[in-house]
């Protein structure tokens, strides 16, 4: 289908909003008047642009407060839609959304609004435009897509039709199954949005806190199947509005806009009985576990010392780069000295084991999102990577998804794997990535749409210098999870990658005595476990010893601990006990409250040179 956005959705002038839509690949906008405004571009300009553009310009917006009036209000409102009706001539633009009313409507009349839509749709027919008519969830009397379309079935207008947006529908909880009984040459426009799931009031909600399909809780591609197979034939159109957005850069958001739209298209073509007017791309693959996660830094050693006191194996030197490798179990850490000059260690890169590489990589082209710019030697393996937001590399390997993956041979004179080898670290339990706000949204979309990753829920916890926001993205096996952390402004919290075991115990006790001073936590902390758990005497001892945080659900039980920050980057070990499958969010303010003090007792600062080096 034809793709469209509003340009309220994006920052800057009106000019800079159609060359960004216009590059990101979009076919077309709806112009959002307040743009055109405070444009000094007259309207035959903007048109012009457009036209040099390649952008349709899909539909003018909004008109307010139009029906359900009394009589004289009604003769100043068609004078009001005449003057539009004009612009939208000299815009070139022939569908005008009007916004169920608000404000003035005194009549809570089916009959009335049609008869006073009808005189629009007359008036609109004169100048050979047609109008949209969109319920808002927070309308005076017509807040529901279903009334809107009654009324506009009564209106019995050729001009007339009506607008439908996901917002509108899905905040108010409609059943958007109903669009499908509405004839799809009378369904002018659709716009979608998606949102958090948040309990205040709908308007708020809805001028602050949309979101990009793929970034909230709703069901996009159910709603797009219903107006597909209802036959509407107009274009997907993105109405965002959101506060990060219209700060954000804006070519970066439209691109990432059309990223939602093409994920949420092939996504909606995915569920029975969706027409083929549906565009899809290619299949997702889900990974099925962590082929590694690379670390990168000028000096890698204070990260090789750790990992050494954690447990884990040096396998051995890159035969032809400065990059080491250590592993324990199934858990590979690269440390890439390459191209780091004057970095401290940070999070560089993630490799997942994924059932068909290939799949994934056209999938990411049909997102556009950009390759990786990785040089792969001669004798060396091939594996695709693309730049992920946050400024990480993601790799997938499709080899050799039973044993040690095959590049672990292009590193020489190290120890070898002893399978089994003293009870340590197994695996990659989960990788927690921190970025600012603006890249948050981005890199959600990022995990659902290339990896087809989940996300089941969102967390906040409370810092020394601000709420840090959490979201879990998951493999529904849970063998792949990122935790997306968003720190407060002007704080980069540490990147951190847990390593999974069986017991944490040992592990602990066997890196103090080679040295770890893991972070420590305070008494106090102690006491609320013994309270809130009832543990006893002699568990609580152990935690205390060791300096483990403990957390238990109904499922089973989480222990773990945290290595100080080198850098941008800190280890966590977890033990998980039968089938907890949380990841324990309570503990969190006693991590970022004892990680400042450590900061503080360094005199460290956040600035450049500690996390990556985009952030
Ligand atoms: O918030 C508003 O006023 C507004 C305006 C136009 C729309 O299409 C919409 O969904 C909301
Ligand atoms: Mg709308």
């Not at 958090?196 to 949309?210: E, G, K, N």
């Not at 035969?319 to 179990?329: D, E, I, M, Q």
């Not at 001892?541 to 100080?564: I, N, V």
């Amino acid at each position: 289908m034809r793709t469209s956005i509003a340009t309220v959705c994006l920052s800057g002038s009106l000019e800079d909003k159609l060359y960004a839509c216009a590059d990101a690949g979009f076919d077309g906008v709806e112009i959002f008047e307040p743009d055109l405004v405070v444009s000094d571009r007259s309207p035959e300009e903007i048109r012009a642009l457009a036209d040099r553009l390649g952008l349709r310009l899909e539909m003018y917006q909004p008109f307010r407060d139009f029906e359900g009036v009394a009589p004289p209000l009604l003769e100043d409102n068609l004078r009001r839609a005449r003057e539009r009706f004009t612009t939208m001539r000299r815009l070139g633009t022939d569908l005008m959304l009007v916004c169920s009313n608000v404000a003035t409507a005194t009549v809570d009349s089916d009959q009335v609004s049609a008869d006073q839509l009808r005189r629009l749709g007359d008036l609109a027919a004169e100048h050979g435009v047609r109008v949209a008519f969109e319920a808002l969830a927070w309308g005076r009397y017509i807040d529901d897509y279903r009334r809107s379309w009654r009324v506009v079935e009564r209106a019995d207008h050729e001009a007339v039709g009506v607008c439908l947006d996901s917002f509108h529908i899905l905040a108010r909880g409609h059943d958007p199954a109903e669009i499908e009984k509405i004839p799809g040459e009378k369904i002018f426009f659709v716009q979608l949005a998606d949102a958090p799931a948040l309990t205040m009031d709908v308007l708020s909600w809805s001028r602050h806190h949309r979101l990009f399909p793929g970034e909230g809780s709703w069901d996009l591609g159910r709603f797009v199947a219903h107006v597909a197979r209802a036959g509407y034939a107009g274009p997907l159109s993105l109405e965002v509005f959101n506060d990060v957005f219209r700060q954000a850069d804006t070519r970066r958001t439209a691109e990432h806009a059309l990223r939602s739209l093409v994920w949420l298209e092939d996504r909606a073509a995915r569920l029975p009985g969706s027409p083929g007017s549906l565009h899809r791309i290619a299949d997702p693959a889900v990974p099925s576990g962590y082929d590694y996660v690379e670390v990168k830094a000028e000096d890698t050693g204070e990260v090789e010392q750790l990992l050494e006191r954690l447990g884990m194996t040096f396998r051995g030197q890159h035969r032809t780069k400065p990059v080491r490798l250590w592993s324990a179990g199934d858990a590979r850490i690269v440390l890439n000295e390459q191209h780091a000059r004057d970095q401290r260690p940070h999070l560089a890169g993630v490799g997942f084991r994924v059932p068909d590489a290939a799949a994934v990589r056209d999938r990411a082209r049909a997102l556009a999102v950009g390759p990786a710019a990785r040089r792969t030697q001669a004798g060396e393996l091939e594996m695709p990577g693309f730049m992920a937001p946050s400024g990480i590399e993601v790799f997938l390997n499709d080899r050799d998804l039973g044993g040690e993956p095959a590049w672990v041979a292009e590193f020489e004179h190290g120890r070898p794997h002893v399978p089994g080898e003293a009870p340590g670290i197994g695996g990659i339990d989960h990788v927690n990535v921190s970025h600012g706000r603006d890249a948050h949204d981005e890199a959600v979309l990022f995990c659902t749409s290339v990896l087809g990753l989940e996300s089941p829920s969102a967390t906040q916890a409370a810092g020394p210098h601000g709420l840090v926001h959490s979201q879990v993205m998951r493999t529904p096996d849970g063998r792949v999870r990122l935790s997306l952390n968003v720190s407060p402004a002007g704080v980069t919290h540490p990147d951190h990658v847990a390593l999974a075991c069986d017991d944490v115990v040992a592990v602990a006790r066997r890196a103090r005595e080679r040295g770890l001073e893991p972070v420590p936590v305070p008494g106090n902390y102690y006491d609320d476990l013994r309270a809130r758990f009832a543990l006893d005497d002699a568990v609580l001892a152990t935690l205390r010893e060791h300096q483990l945080l403990f957390d238990r659900s109904d499922a089973g039980e989480l222990w773990h601990f945290y290595t100080p920050r080198v850098g941008g980057l800190c280890f966590e070990v977890v033990q998980r006990v039968g089938a907890y499958d949380a990841y324990a969010t309570d503990n969190t303010p006693v991590l970022l409250a004892a990680q400042d003090r450590m900061d503080r007792a360094v005199g460290r600062r956040d600035g450049p040179g500690q996390g990556r080096p985009d952030l």
